[in-house]
């Protein structure tokens, strides 16, 4: 069992920056991948960025550029650091990972972008 705890959300204005923390259950070694989702009122849950345990980043096109996926092996811990913020980012950002053929979530973290 993998637990996934966020922290890093709030209230940000348009062009701010955040940095969001997944901290896993764990040696995070098992993980792969490991990454962030979010999801909009009334819209399904998206890809924002994921990277693989070899380095490999996949990001959303509406956030490449702007937000940026690492990890940090030694404190078990993925972030997501999202700059540039716009209204459109407002959403609840999902930690995931994956070991074997199980996928893990984290209970979401609230980033709301206004003015």
């Known amino acids: 069992q993998v637990q996934l705890v966020e922290s890093g959300g709030g209230l940000v204005q348009p062009g701010g920056s955040l940095r969001l923390s997944c901290v896993a259950s764990?040696?995070?070694?098992?993980?792969?991948?490991m990454g962030w989702y979010r999801q909009a009122p009334g819209k399904e849950r998206e890809l924002v960025a994921t990277?693989?345990?070899?380095?490999?980043?996949n990001y959303a096109d509406s956030v490449k550029g702007r937000f940026t996926i690492s990890i940090e092996n030694a404190k078990n811990t993925v972030y997501l650091q999202l700059n540039s913020l716009k209204p459109e980012d407002t959403a609840t950002y999902y930690c995931?990972?994956?070991?074997?053929?199980?996928?893990?979530w984290g209970q979401g973290t609230q980033v709301t972008v206004s003015s």
């Open positions: 764990g040696s995070i070694f098992s993980l792969n991948p």
């Open positions: 990277r693989t345990r070899y380095g490999t980043t």
């Open positions: 995931y990972a994956r070991r074997d053929e199980y996928d893990y």
